[in-house]
C-alpha cells in the first residue's frame, strides 16, 4: 500500500531553517505530483507547495514563495522542503500529500 513518511521537524528559531523529508513507498513515485500542506492548532490544513513529476515545475502559496523550496529525489522516491527565515507563524504539523495519500506528519515549531 502506499505510505507516505515525513520526518526532519523540530523546534527552531526565528530566522532559522529546516529541512523536512518525505519518503515515499507504493507507489511509482516519479509518475506523481507532490505536495506540502500544513496545519497550525486551531486552523485548517493549508496547501504549501507543489512540485511536478520530473520537479521541473513548483508552484508555492504567497506566505512562503521566496523562503521555502521543494525539490524531489525520484531515485530515491523523496520529497523535501527546504525551509528558510522561517517565523512563528510556520509553526505548523507539516505533510507530504499524493491525492488521498497522506503521511502522519512533522512537527514544525518556531519559537524563541
Known amino acids: 500500500q502506499v505510505q507516505l513518511v515525513e520526518s526532519g521537524g523540530g523546534l527552531v528559531q526565528p530566522g532559522g531553517s529546516l529541512r523536512l523529508s518525505c519518503a515515499a513507498s507504493?507507489?511509482?513515485?516519479?509518475?506523481?505530483?507532490m505536495n506540502w500542506y500544513r496545519q497550525a492548532p486551531g486552523e485548517e490544513r493549508e496547501w504549501v507547495a507543489r512540485i511536478t513529476a520530473s520537479g521541473g515545475d513548483t508552484t508555492y502559496t504567497d506566505a512562503v514563495k521566496g523562503r521555502f523550496t521543494i525539490s524531489r529525489d525520484n531515485a530515491k522516491s523523496t520529497v523535501y522542503l527546504q525551509m528558510e527565515y522561517l517565523k512563528p507563524e510556520d509553526t505548523a504539523v507539516y505533510y507530504c500529500?499524493?491525492?488521498?495519500?497522506w503521511g502522519q506528519g512533522t512537527q514544525v515549531t518556531v519559537s524563541s
Open positions: 500529500n499524493r491525492g488521498i495519500y
Open positions: 507504493g507507489l511509482t513515485f516519479s509518475s506523481y505530483m
